[in-house]
């Protein structure tokens, strides 16, 4: 499974950006039937969960302080996930990456380990 990010870039706190996940390669289980996640990573922080959207389209959200503000969706038929990113502020500022699960039959899990393909991330920097 081969995942590619694209949309990042700099903005202004405030302002919006919307990340594209592009997947490919998918032998056995189709992407359909993956959840697929947006995560994000600082220097020096551990990368943390951002939100999820199974393969039944319900959405996960990992962490509180971009409820109402980002939303995740998906085009199974492009095999394509977007996160649009609103009302950013600073400590939005990360690279962010998408993961592919499928060991949980397409359900969101709790942890990172448990997503088994990794896009190489990009860039989100918020100008405050």
């Known amino acids: 499974v081969h995942l590619v990010e694209s949309g990042g870039g700099l903005v202004r706190t405030g302002g919006s950006l919307r990340l594209s996940c592009a997947a490919s390669g998918f032998s056995g289980f189709p992407f359909r039937d993956h959840a697929i996640a947006w995560f994000r990573q600082t220097p020096g922080k551990e990368r943390e969960g951002v939100v999820c959207i199974d393969n039944g389209e319900k959405t996960t959200v990992y962490v509180n302080s971009v409820k109402d503000r980002f939303s995740i969706s998906r085009d199974n038929t492009q095999n394509t996930v977007l996160l649009q990113l609103d009302r950013l502020r600073p400590e939005d500022t990360a690279v962010y990456y998408c993961?592919?699960?499928?060991?949980?039959?397409?359900?969101?899990?709790?942890?990172?380990?448990?997503?088994?393909?990794w896009g190489q991330g990009t860039q989100v920097t918020v100008s405050s």
């Open positions: 993961a592919a699960a499928w060991v949980l039959g397409g359900l969101c899990p709790t942890a990172a380990k448990y997503f088994g393909a």
